[in-house]
């Protein structure tokens, strides 16, 4: 799956770069929310899935100390040229380059949406791994009524009930702490959920 997924990207990550690879190209709200949540986190942010790194850089001019990590290399090769003073690396969000307990935060914007439900708590499971106890994740992704898989743009997708996400998060080692939801005339239902990593995994 990862290898599909990956190749898909590859080859449209100048097309997918020139219409969203921006923060001109995000929703006020998201940045928003994306910035009271990072304000909050003292310690090393993952963008995990950073795509052509421009949330990375986000992040660090806010003042985080964030790294992006993506699975694609054309994404990565184009985030260190726009973004020499902020750290990219190739790499898997299944297997993250992190020592066990040691990220204060995790951003997954829209990046576990071609997760199904049989394999959506391997990331998620990664995740609370990195994540130091009380450590914070911010996950975007598509809402639907029903799990459900559709026709993305670049490669099929997943929408979730917020509910059912939440239910993964729980078993994943999760408090779920937030939910939010944004729709728009012509565009699936948005939704994002924040949680903190429990004490008792």
Request: aromatic letters at 8%; hydrophobic letters at 40%.
């Amino acid at each position: 799956m990862l290898d599909d997924v990956g190749n898909a990207y590859s080859r449209r990550a100048g097309e997918y770069t020139e219409i969203l690879g921006s923060m001109n190209a995000v929703h006020p709200s998201d940045r928003q929310l994306v910035s009271c949540w990072a304000d909050g986190i003292d310690g090393h942010i993952i963008d995990a899935g950073c795509g052509p790194g421009h949330w990375t850089n986000f992040l660090c001019k806010r003042g985080a100390a964030a790294s992006g990590v993506d699975l694609v290399p054309e994404f990565i090769d184009r985030a260190r040229s726009a973004y020499p003073g902020v750290t990219f690396s190739v790499g898997s969000l299944e297997t993250l380059d992190s020592a066990p307990g040691t990220v204060s935060g995790i951003l997954s914007w829209y990046s576990l949406i071609h997760y199904g439900p049989s394999t959506i708590r391997i990331p998620l499971l990664e995740f609370a791994c990195a994540l130091r106890p009380g450590g914070a994740l911010l996950l975007g992704f598509f809402e639907c009524a029903v799990i459900e898989k559709f026709a993305h743009a670049v490669v099929p997708a997943y929408g979730w009930p917020v509910s059912d996400l939440t239910d993964e998060l729980t078993s994943a080692g999760f408090d779920v702490i937030e939910t939010h939801a944004r729709t728009a005339i012509g565009q699936r239902p948005h939704a994002a959920i924040i949680a903190q990593r429990n004490s008792i995994r």
